[in-house]
């Protein structure tokens, strides 16, 4: 499950990264608690071949869909059903994408004395370096069915998660290298090999630590976010 992430890297910083070609986006800001429903960066490789950043709305609306509130329950896709479910299949073969973050959040149940039900606590999971890194994601258009401009939505795929993940969750975004988002983006690529990319990230390459509650709500958008507690857990590289 990816259910909220951070995209706080400058957007030159993206442009480097990501090599991107152009961008588009009237506003640009930095995100510390990027949220279901919200306008997000996503990178794709036009026909011509340049690869474009620009904003898209997190929660996919399938082209086929009645309504766009379905989006709101479409935000992640299971990387091994996506290729034959009825909702993903198209957009993976035809509309692949690619999430753009810095970091992404879990919550970890704390038993706590006198409760019955466990406290959430939240982790901000990030490279060591900080760096931006790029997820697999899949996008549609959905057109409205009396008229009106298109909506285009995108998810994020997730993969099992790896050894080191499990102590937050059993899910994680599908996090792809510089080779992975060129693979990931070419539109003749195999589906065979689509899939190889899709797996846990190696344990070495991320870390967590505990942060505030206050990302609970999605109002709070700030970098006080992610900023480690004093006196919370850390989950170094390679460690459990």
Not at 26 to 33: D, S, T, V, Y
Not at 178 to 206: C, F, M
Not at 224 to 238: C, K, M, S, T, Y
Request: with cysteine.
């Amino acid at each position: 499950m990816c259910g909220r992430y951070t995209v706080a890297a400058p957007l030159d910083d993206l442009v480097e990264v990501f090599e991107v070609d152009y961008t588009v986006f009237e506003n640009w800001g930095p995100r510390f608690n990027a949220a279901p429903t919200q306008d997000l960066p996503v990178l794709l490789r036009s026909p011509e071949g340049e690869r474009r950043l620009g904003p898209m709305r997190w929660g996919l609306v399938p082209f086929w869909a009645d309504d766009p509130s379905v989006g709101s329950r479409m935000i992640n896709a299971r990387s091994e059903t996506a290729p034959s479910k009825p909702a993903f299949r198209e957009a993976f073969r035809r509309r692949r994408c690619v999430a753009v973050m810095d970091g992404f959040y879990e919550w970890r149940p704390r038993d706590v004395d006198g409760s019955s039900r466990p406290l959430k606590i939240p982790f901000w999971i990030h490279r060591p370096d900080r760096r931006p890194f790029g997820v697999a994601a899949l996008w549609e258009r959905w057109r409205p069915p009396g008229g009106g401009d298109p909506l285009v939505t995108f998810t994020i795929l997730t993969v099992a998660a790896s050894p080191w993940m499990r102590a937050l969750h059993d899910r994680m975004p599908a996090l792809l290298g510089a080779d992975g988002v060129a693979a990931w983006l070419d539109g003749d690529a195999d589906p065979d090999a689509l899939r190889a990319l899709l797996r846990p990230a190696p344990d070495d390459q991320l870390e967590a630590w505990e942060v505030s509650r206050d990302v609970n709500r999605p109002g709070n958008d700030d970098p006080g976010l992610i900023e480690p507690l004093a006196d919370g857990q850390r989950l170094p590289p390679g460690t459990q």
